[in-house]
């Protein structure tokens, strides 16, 4: 006899029939068993079919199940009559949730064939699709303990249910038009409007109308993608001028929009149906304004002045019969106010939308859509939320039980235990009351979830973070941790990595040990400890936070430092040239910063691009677009001096203004400038190695975004025989922060107990 133990996504994924199939394949007695700590299967039966069903387990796994943990014991036979599936069993130990999973393709035929009992119904679901983490209360994952227990299943469901050769075989949350959750339509007051919901969401739309449209982990505010007036009017709402929109484009028709590889088409297929940022298929000029859209069918006004535009397909019943060849690019954008979280209920939405379309099963956990860059060579997971969430990622050593709080943009958190560690959704973008509520919500369920009770809490070194007041209000043993220590840590971890490295981090900003504010660091360590070796000079940032909203400020900052001309700047006031002057004479309310993200502010800025922003690295942004598919590894760097462990980037600045003053092409500028940047860091990097020997190179910060940067990086490195490490599966912005905290609270724990 057999005893298997296997761990992993192995629960809500179809795995237990999938089991149950192959055991009477092989004419082999036993069971198979949900538990809290994974599934165990008891296997009866000759040598080779036993050896067979062990190899068919591994090669033939549903799509959607991940073993992490895979356990055979040989023992003495027992007797049994039969294979069965038994029930759960409640045990200790921890078990994973499945991520939300797209519907599969199977329940997409059904879905569209009219004689089946699911023809167009919107929660149509299998064992191999469907929601999971959103729907679930406790674990282990059985129906009584989602958010489907409100529904009884009706005989023809509870069939389909109780067969052990169905596929839809303990699917919880299957259902039928008879049995299930509904759609319904609303108007703005919440007002039901009887007729088909689908019909009417399709008719609003069209006619230029904003919806709000409940879905998997939240509510997406929808409106047509083409219609110029219908996008302007939802940035008028939702209060946002320019930060690009996320459009849902129909299979067919995705071609029209962005150039696409076959690959990036699976991804985008796959049962995580992420949002991918790919390149525009069209001709568009960047800087054009107005409202003509050129060869594109989507409105200039989407993703204004950009080369890319993020895109995914439907991945939830009701969005196909939306999203298709009638209405094939739909806006859809994360249901929420400004500051808040994704919102799973409409009323807090009404000030934004029209019309609802809503459903009555219930969403008990939040999550927003992945967001995924593709590089050169690999594809950068830059949010990583519904589809992925709450899987857990494998770090390099045993952690204590942790918490560490993130960080305050991109807010996240992270819990572990052991090697395993549990990373929240994205939960917001600032400590609002409302984003703070969410997390303190999340954090309790994954707690109970995944039974760690934290006894060591790690957080940032800032202290008007709401996340680090967080911290320090439950008196546990705390670790403050540096931001851009962090910022490696979490990209070693995520490589495995568990020794000294040579850590590069280029960020906006993060608050440093001598109380300045770092950025664009070089640092040798490892997680317990680094130091800081070379770093951008110390530039003035007036005002600090206000002045990232007005990059201009930051050029004419940077300028006066250097003792340059300011003459030719545009977009700044003889008032504020007025201010910053006062700022600079009285070192009043004037920060240090030695930071990467706001050098690209500032020579933006100093090209005129953007003097004032509307969102996170717009400025920075456009700098890197305007030398989109641009060979920039052959063009000629501007100068820069690195003495003791500065890099002094002002004989850069000074030979940009000159560029400027000349009328060299901005494009030219930004080529030789991010050329400057990649040299300066091989350079530093080169310099680390003859110090220290190392060989490893991480590369993490909110800057290694810039995708001419990154692969620049990657390229020359290579080339000089470094071995890099890069952000894939964590990303390189401050949602990562969290995973670093973790890392460095425990070798710091470790360190002072020695
Ligand atoms: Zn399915
Ligand atoms: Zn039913």
């Not at 890197?624 to 600045?653: A, H, K, R």
Request: proline letters at 6%; glycine letters at 6%; aromatic letters at 8%.
């Amino acid at each position: 006899m057999y005893k298997i133990k296997i761990n992993g996504i192995v629960q809500g994924v179809g795995f237990r029939p999938f089991i149950y199939k192959l055991a009477i394949e092989q004419n082999l007695k036993g069971f198979v068993l949900n538990s809290t700590s994974g599934v165990k299967i008891e296997a009866v039966g000759d040598k080779s079919s036993l050896d067979k069903f062990i190899k068919r387990i591994k090669k033939e796994l549903p799509a959607a199940a991940d073993i992490k943990e895979f356990k055979v014991d040989e023992l003495p036979d027992k007797l049994y009559d039969n294979f069965k599936i038994k029930r759960s069993a409640i045990s200790d130990g921890s078990t994973l949730i499945s991520p939300d999973l797209a519907v599969c393709e199977k329940c997409q035929q059904e879905f569209n064939d009219p004689k089946d009992q699911r023809f167009k119904y919107a929660f149509i679901n299998c064992t191999n699709c469907g929601p999971r983490y959103s729907i679930i209360e406790h674990t282990p994952y059985d129906r009584p303990v989602t958010s489907m227990k409100e529904f009884e299943m009706c005989d023809y469901c509870k069939k389909e249910y109780s067969d052990p050769l169905n596929r839809r075989f303990h699917a919880q949350p299957v259902a039928c038009p008879d049995c299930g959750p509904h759609l319904k339509f609303l108007d703005k007051d919440l007002s039901l409007i009887s007729g088909d919901p689908i019909a009417h969401t399709i008719k609003a739309i069209k006619e230029g109308k904003i919806v709000g449209i409940k879905g998997i982990g939240g509510f997406h505010i929808a409106c047509d993608a083409t219609n110029f007036e219908a996008v302007k009017h939802l940035r008028k709402r939702k209060n946002r001028p320019d930060k690009p929109f996320a459009v849902m484009a129909c299979e067919d028709k995705i071609h029209e929009i962005v150039k696409v590889t076959k690959n990036q088409k699976a991804l985008l297929k796959s049962p995580k149906a992420p949002i991918l940022i790919l390149p525009r298929n069209d001709s568009i000029d960047l800087y054009k304004t107005d409202n003509s859209s050129g060869d594109s069918p989507i409105a200039p006004n989407v993703a204004p002045q950009n080369p890319n535009l993020g895109v995914f397909l439907p991945y939830a019943p009701h969005h196909f019969q939306i999203v298709n060849s009638k209405l094939p690019f739909v806006i859809m954008t994360s249901g929420n106010n400004q500051n808040e979280p994704i919102a799973t209920e409409p009323e807090i939405l009404q000030d934004l939308c029209d019309y609802f379309l809503e459903h009555n099963r219930a969403i008990l956990n939040r999550s927003d859509d992945s967001i995924i860059l593709p590089t050169q060579k690999h594809n950068i997971l830059i949010r990583r939320s519904r589809g992925f969430v709450p899987s857990p990622c494998n770090l390099p050593f045993k952690t204590k039980s942790t918490l560490g709080c993130g960080a305050e943009l991109k807010l996240t958190f992270s819990l572990s235990n052991k090697t395993k560690l549990f990373l929240s959704p994205y939960i917001g973008n600032t400590g609002s009351k409302e984003t703070m509520d969410f997390y303190q919500e999340t954090f309790t369920k994954y707690k109970k979830w995944f039974k760690i009770e934290p006894e060591l809490i790690a957080c940032d070194l800032q202290p008007d973070f709401m996340s680090t007041k967080f911290a320090e209000s439950l008196n546990l043993p705390l670790v403050k941790v540096q931001h851009h220590h962090a910022h490696v840590s979490a990209i070693m971890a995520e490589h495995q990595i568990d020794e000294k490295v040579i850590g590069v981090a280029y960020d906006g900003t993060g608050l440093g040990t001598d109380n300045t504010i770092w950025g664009g660091e070089i640092f040798i360590g490892d997680h317990g400890k680094f130091d800081r070796i070379f770093h951008l000079n110390y530039m003035p940032l007036p005002g600090g936070d206000a002045a990232i909203k007005h990059p201009i400020r930051i050029a004419y900052a940077y300028l006066k430092k250097s003792g340059l001309s300011t003459e030719y700047l545009k977009g700044i006031s003889k008032f504020e040239k007025r201010i910053i002057d006062k700022q600079i004479q009285n070192n009043f309310n004037i920060f240090q910063t030695s930071s990467m993200g706001r050098l690209f502010d500032c020579v933006s800025a100093m090209l005129g691009l953007f003097p004032t922003i509307t969102f996170e690295a717009q400025s920075a942004m456009a700098l890197e677009y305007l030398c989109e598919n641009e060979q920039v590894l052959d063009c000629e760097p501007y100068s820069y001096d690195i003495t003791n462990e500065i890099i002094d980037i002002q004989p850069c600045i000074k030979e940009i203004t000159s560029d400027v003053q000349r009328g060299v092409e901005s494009k030219t500028i930004s080529k030789k400038f991010h050329k400057t940047i990649i040299d300066l860091t091989v350079n530093s990097v080169e310099k680390a190695r003859k110090r220290s020997g190392l060989k490893k190179v991480v590369l993490s910060g909110g800057v290694m975004q810039n995708r001419i940067l990154l692969n620049g990086l990657i390229k020359k490195l290579s080339r000089n025989n470094f071995t890099v490490y890069a952000p894939e599966n964590l990303s390189p912005n401050d949602s990562s922060i969290s995973v670093g905290q973790v890392m460095i609270a425990n070798r710091k724990i470790e360190q002072k107990r020695d």
